[in-house]
């Protein structure tokens, strides 16, 4: 299990746990990936809103021809701006998913070598414990005999 210099498997571990920084770090650009298209989003129908509004109270207070078309356009092009932008922030939920799912694997394998670490440093301590009592036995047993 163990030897002289310690958890054979530390080299695995290290390795472990180099990928699990990566894993969040990859996890962390994904996250702010989305919350940017998600703020993308949210200032598009925003801004649909605040048109529509305007529209409604230029419509009551009378337009020409000419403003109509031009609100007609801005609503088609924010109305394809907005679900491309829905598009976007669906994808980038799902690859943050996949991100973070990653991150889990790669923690929950990091961890795995950390407990199989700990049994072994515990066993190692056990062993150390019981040759201790026995040479302490054996010292005791000598100084009765002498």
């Given at each position: 299990m163990t030897h002289k210099h310690g958890f054979q498997l530390q080299q695995v571990l290290n390795y472990r746990k180099e990928v699990?920084?990566?894993?969040?770090?990859?996890?962390?650009?994904?996250r702010h990936e989305f919350e940017h298209a998600t703020d993308v989003l949210s200032r598009h129908e925003a801004e649909a809103d605040r048109a529509r509004v305007e529209y409604n109270n230029k419509q009551a207070a009378g337009t020409t021809a000419n403003e109509l078309q031009l609100y007609a356009d801005f609503f088609a092009r924010k109305h394809m701006d907005i679900q491309f932008q829905r598009i976007e922030v669906d994808n980038l939920n799902r690859k943050m998913s996949e991100k973070r799912e990653d991150l889990m694997d790669a923690a929950k394998d990091k961890k795995a070598l950390e407990l199989l670490k700990e049994k072994q440093m515990l066993a190692f301590?056990?062993?150390?414990?019981?040759?201790?009592?026995?040479?302490?036995?054996?010292?005791?047993?000598q100084k009765v005999a002498r």
């Open positions: 699990e920084k990566v894993k969040k770090l990859e996890f962390a650009t994904a301590r056990r062993e150390m414990a019981e040759r201790e009592r026995a040479f302490l036995d054996e010292m005791a047993l």
